[in-house]
């Protein structure tokens, strides 16, 4: 797609440099860091808050617990065991039992007790001895109808545990879900700190994808504008823990998401979504642009204010997103105001897929941080099937949310058929309200024909 480019052939557009992205040596500190910090400082209260003297964590090659990477990830092997114990100190034992050798030091840096290398015995007695020498009273397990984060022991790896600890143990056996939770979504002041770093590019990824060094109206299709996007992730050292989705709204009527066989034109309204994973974590962000036609210097009146529309069903969001409050609380409070104002309730099989000709609101804001739909409250729905028991969970202080809604107003130019404007932005819930992580989008980004 290199005859899109304003900048010429091979220009680059962004780079890790310019936006001051570490590199591996760097990236591996801070992550080590992290870990040890969070291990040690968040582990513990967890576990005690939910009553849970020891937690195991099982893996094997091929199929890690998805909680893996936050206590320091390496290999599996063959079966590994993370295990955590509250011997009544200020800080947990931890203890690696695994048939290969972790070949970072942050493990023996920061675990307690490690044991590499066990033979044709396997993990099994080496389990038993590590729970039996302490026993524990209650062992959590990550089993979880809810959290999918919390949910990484196979049936066939607790079967396993529970042979080799025997029957009076295997009765002490409960669900490390909330331990789990509370564990992932405290922060410290250390990844708010590499968390905000990361929104502030994922915002300068998405703004360049969304400018004349990319889209050429009538030249260029969303399809080049997401391959764009992985090619340039790559480049900067980021992956991406789901792919972009651009779209053209036109006149109302939404094509399919990366479409390659329609060039983006002029009056085209376009939205993306998309996020960045660098290390432990994970951003997700949407942004909106028009495509001027010629003669405009700006998006129509009609479509600044559906934009205006959309932040201020932000706001009223936001301004309930209170500490304590359950998640679908806060959905049905915002909902009830937006049906007042006379919108209808919009629910995600909607979302960008239809053509909509009345005012519209959907709301699904979720945590985020590690995962991009992470393991703490959501703001949706009361929906068992989709979301479990995360949107009956309370906020809490210092969590991550993706403030993400979606408002539909219909538009007369465009014959009463709605222009669907999302918002999607990253912030933290303080003891102040919602703060933001990077620059907002305020107004509808801007593409010249």
């Given at each position: 797609?290199?005859?899109?480019?304003?900048?010429g052939?091979?220009?680059?557009?962004?780079?890790?440099?310019?936006?001051?992205?570490?590199?591996?040596r760097?990236?591996?500190a801070?992550?080590?860091?992290?870990?040890a910090?969070?291990?040690?400082?968040v582990?513990?209260?967890a576990?005690?808050?939910h009553?849970?003297?020891m937690?195991?964590?099982l893996?094997?090659?091929f199929?890690?617990?998805?909680?893996?990477?936050?206590l320091?990830g390496?290999w599996?092997?063959?079966r590994?065991?993370?295990?955590?114990?509250?011997?009544?100190?200020?800080?947990?034992?931890?203890?690696?039992?695994?048939?290969?050798?972790?070949r970072?030091?942050?493990?023996s840096?920061?675990?307690?007790?490690?044991?590499?290398?066990?033979?044709?015995e396997?993990?099994s007695?080496?389990?038993?001895?590590?729970?039996?020498?302490?026993?524990?009273?209650?062992?959590?397990?990550?089993?979880?109808?809810?959290?999918?984060?919390?949910?990484?022991?196979?049936?066939?790896?607790k079967?396993?545990?529970?042979?080799?600890?025997?029957?009076?143990?295997?009765?002490?056996?409960?669900?490390?879900?909330l331990?789990?939770?509370?564990?992932?979504?405290s922060?410290?002041?250390?990844?708010?700190?590499?968390?905000?770093?990361l929104?502030?590019?994922?915002?300068?990824?998405c703004?360049?994808?969304?400018?004349?060094?990319?889209?050429?109206?009538?030249i260029?299709?969303?399809?080049?504008v997401?391959?764009?996007m992985?090619s340039?992730?790559?480049r900067l050292?980021?992956?991406?823990?789901?792919?972009?989705?651009?779209?053209i709204?036109?006149?109302?009527?939404?094509l399919?998401t990366?479409l390659d066989s329609?060039?983006i034109?002029?009056?085209?309204?376009?939205?993306?979504?998309?996020?960045l994973?660098?290390?432990?974590?994970?951003?997700?962000y949407?942004?909106?642009?028009?495509?001027?036609?010629?003669?405009?210097?700006?998006?129509?009146?009609?479509?600044?204010?559906?934009f205006?529309?959309?932040?201020?069903m932000?706001?009223?969001?936001?301004t309930?997103m209170?500490p304590?409050?359950?998640?679908?609380?806060?959905?049905?409070?915002?909902?009830?105001w937006a049906?007042?104002?006379?919108?209808?309730?919009?629910?995600?099989?909607?979302?960008?897929r239809?053509?909509?000709?009345?005012?519209?609101?959907?709301?699904?804001?979720h945590?985020?941080?590690n995962?991009?739909?992470?393991?703490?409250?959501?703001?949706a729905?009361?929906s068992?099937?989709?979301?479990?028991d995360?949107?009956?969970?309370?906020?809490?202080?210092?969590?991550?949310?993706?403030i993400?809604?979606?408002?539909c107003?219909?538009?007369?130019?465009?014959?009463?058929?709605?222009?669907?404007i999302?918002?999607?932005?990253?912030?933290?819930?303080?003891?102040r309200?919602?703060?933001?992580?990077?620059?907002?989008?305020?107004?509808?980004m801007?593409?010249?024909?």
């Amino acid at each position: 797609m290199t005859n899109t480019y304003r900048g010429g052939p091979g220009t680059p557009i962004l780079t890790a440099e310019a936006l001051g992205i570490p590199d591996e040596r760097e990236r591996y500190a801070i992550r080590k860091n992290i870990v040890a910090r969070k291990i040690n400082s968040v582990l513990l209260p967890a576990m005690r808050r939910h009553g849970i003297d020891m937690w195991i964590l099982l893996s094997r090659e091929f199929h890690p617990d998805p909680l893996l990477l936050d206590l320091g990830g390496g290999w599996p092997g063959v079966r590994s065991a993370f295990i955590f114990f509250d011997d009544g100190s200020d800080v947990p034992q931890k203890l690696i039992i695994s048939s290969h050798e972790l070949r970072e030091d942050l493990f023996s840096e920061v675990y307690t007790q490690q044991l590499y290398g066990y033979g044709s015995e396997g993990l099994s007695p080496y389990l038993r001895e590590a729970v039996h020498s302490r026993h524990p009273q209650r062992i959590g397990i990550n089993i979880s109808p809810t959290l999918p984060m919390a949910d990484g022991l196979s049936a066939t790896l607790k079967q396993y545990l529970e042979d080799a600890i025997g029957p009076e143990y295997s009765a002490r056996l409960v669900s490390a879900e909330l331990l789990a939770r509370d564990f992932r979504a405290s922060r410290i002041p250390e990844e708010h700190g590499v968390f905000k770093r990361l929104c502030e590019w994922t915002v300068a990824w998405c703004e360049e994808a969304f400018s004349q060094r990319v889209i050429w109206p009538r030249i260029t299709t969303c399809a080049d504008v997401y391959w764009w996007m992985r090619s340039t992730a790559r480049r900067l050292g980021m992956e991406l823990e789901f792919l972009p989705a651009i779209r053209i709204n036109r006149r109302g009527q939404p094509l399919p998401t990366n479409l390659d066989s329609e060039p983006i034109m002029p009056g085209d309204l376009l939205t993306l979504d998309a996020g960045l994973a660098f290390d432990l974590f994970r951003s997700d962000y949407q942004r909106t642009a028009y495509v001027l036609q010629p003669g405009e210097i700006e998006p129509p009146a009609s479509l600044q204010q559906a934009f205006g529309a959309s932040l201020r069903m932000r706001d009223q969001l936001t301004t309930r997103m209170e500490p304590g409050k359950l998640g679908h609380c806060v959905w049905e409070e915002t909902m009830a105001w937006a049906q007042e104002q006379g919108y209808d309730i919009m629910y995600p099989q909607v979302t960008g897929r239809k053509t909509v000709v009345t005012p519209m609101v959907g709301i699904y804001s979720h945590s985020l941080g590690n995962s991009t739909h992470d393991i703490d409250t959501r703001i949706a729905v009361d929906s068992p099937v989709a979301y479990g028991d995360r949107v009956r969970y309370p906020l809490q202080v210092n969590r991550w949310f993706a403030i993400e809604l979606a408002v539909c107003t219909p538009i007369p130019e465009w014959e009463g058929r709605a222009a669907l404007i999302p918002i999607e932005e990253d912030a933290a819930l303080t003891e102040r309200g919602v703060e933001y992580f990077a620059r907002q989008q305020t107004e509808l980004m801007v593409i010249p024909s």
